[in-house]
């Protein structure tokens, strides 16, 4: 594509956006089930282009703007425990994590490590690179938590920071966070709280009598957290926020900036400029939903985890790796491997994510129970299929192939 010397009128952009677009999935269809994030709230895309010149990186312009992000991370911060939590809105949950290791990093030893798991997303593999931090990977337990017994022995002089996940990227569980901030506080070591999934979950299990542990500033030994208001807090991208327990663990990374047209200000996050009308999007669903909404969010998301869940049990060809935690529920393929699997649906038009044993399933707010139902049905019907492919040979697999090249609905796919 090149610039064209002469514009096109808006009514002939937005039909070839139209056609551009058309082959993007959608969340209102419900057919994605293995995406983190999800349909934003009706009001807030009606705000969202209402506000678009709104720019954090110049707060002194945008005084308002700047106060409603402030609301936003002492809203967060009460959410998580500690309502003087010191913090910022960010891009996502791989910014908010690099900022928690370049807090962490300003207590200088010569060859920094951090304690992570396995589990670890993938932001953290960045962060090292960028930081020229060591990434010490400790294995998890069979219930995929990260081995509190490997996070001991790993310990040395130069461990600057310690992980723990509340809602891991493969399974949604909970790494012992209990035990990490003993370990933390006894080792004088920054403990980071990964909650980008599950900081917009977790709080509101407990209210609804889930039996979830802690993992947020009410434990002494966590030191910051980073949570995403654009997967379950409905909000949209880009929304994310670091807190931190101590102002000084934000301060410490700061960069004034003296030239701006509203005035000095500070630079605490990786972005200069920055969305204002995240803030303005975010400080409205917080206050649309209230705790009650996503108390009632997080409820229906739920049953419709276990009702997967329980629909998985009755199935052949998959298991349930594990009860679910939150509304993230694992299964395995018992016959292909899973990137077959997820493969083999996305051609019958579902996303799901492939992990190197299971399949991912995130049961977001704009999935439904029909949806539910749906896949439980496409996922049954590909067992049943694989069933006659094994049955008969390779033959059956070329046919099956051809069948979904030219898209003829034979009766086994």
């Not at 056609?19 to 293995?34: A, E, K, N, P, Y």
């Not at 980073?226 to 301060?251: C, N, Q, W, Y």
């Not at 939150?326 to 491997?337: A, H």
């Not at 038009?349 to 299971?358: D, E, L, R, T």
Request: aromatic share 6%.
């Amino acid at each position: 594509m090149k610039i064209r010397e002469k514009g096109l009128p808006p009514k002939e952009i937005a039909q070839m956006l139209g056609r551009m677009l058309q082959d993007d999935l959608t969340f209102t269809s419900g057919r994605i089930v293995g995406s983190m994030c999800t349909e934003p709230a009706r009001f807030a895309r009606r705000l969202y282009s209402k506000y678009l010149e709104k720019n954090l990186g110049d707060p002194g312009l945008f005084p308002g703007t700047a106060k409603l992000e402030a609301e936003c991370i002492a809203a967060i911060g009460n959410l998580l425990s500690h309502s003087n939590a010191a913090g910022s809105l960010v891009s996502g949950g791989t910014e908010a994590n690099i900022m928690a290791l370049w807090s962490a990093k300003k207590n200088k030893v010569e060859r920094p490590e951090a304690i992570i798991p396995i589990s670890a997303h993938h932001s953290f593999d960045k962060a090292a690179d960028l930081l020229g931090v060591k990434m010490v990977k400790v294995p998890t337990d069979v219930m995929g938590r990260i081995d509190v017994k490997k996070v001991k022995s790993s310990i040395t002089p130069n461990t600057i920071m310690m992980l723990g996940i509340a809602g891991t990227t493969d399974l949604g569980v909970i790494d012992p966070i209990t035990e990490l901030s003993e370990i933390a506080e006894a080792n004088n070591i920054h403990l980071h709280v990964d909650a980008s999934f599950g900081g917009f979950v977790i709080p509101f299990l407990r209210e609804l009598r889930y039996d979830v542990e802690d993992f947020d500033f009410k434990l002494t030994g966590v030191s910051s957290i980073s949570i995403d208001p654009h997967k379950m807090g409905m909000a949209p991208v880009p929304a994310g926020t670091i807190l931190f327990r101590d102002i000084a663990m934000l301060e410490r990374i700061n960069i004034v900036a003296d030239y701006l047209a509203g005035g000095e200000a500070s630079k605490v996050t990786l972005l200069g400029t920055r969305p204002g009308t995240a803030a303005i999007v975010l400080w409205s669903m917080l206050n649309l939903f209230g705790m009650q909404g996503y108390r009632r969010i997080v409820k229906r998301c739920m049953n419709l985890t276990y009702l997967l869940y329980e629909e998985s049990q009755r199935m052949n060809g998959v298991k349930p790796v594990q009860e679910p935690t939150m509304n993230i529920l694992g299964l395995k393929p018992l016959r292909s491997s899973p990137q077959q699997v997820a493969k083999e649906l996305r051609v019958k038009g579902w996303a799901v994510s492939a992990f190197p044993k299971h399949l991912r399933i995130c049961v977001m707010p704009h999935v439904r129970k029909k949806h539910i139902l749906e896949f439980a049905k496409a996922l049954d019907l590909l067992e049943k299929t694989e069933k006659i492919i094994v049955r008969h040979g390779s033959s059956y697999r070329a046919l099956a192939d051809k069948a979904k090249m030219h898209k003829y609905q034979y009766s086994f796919l």
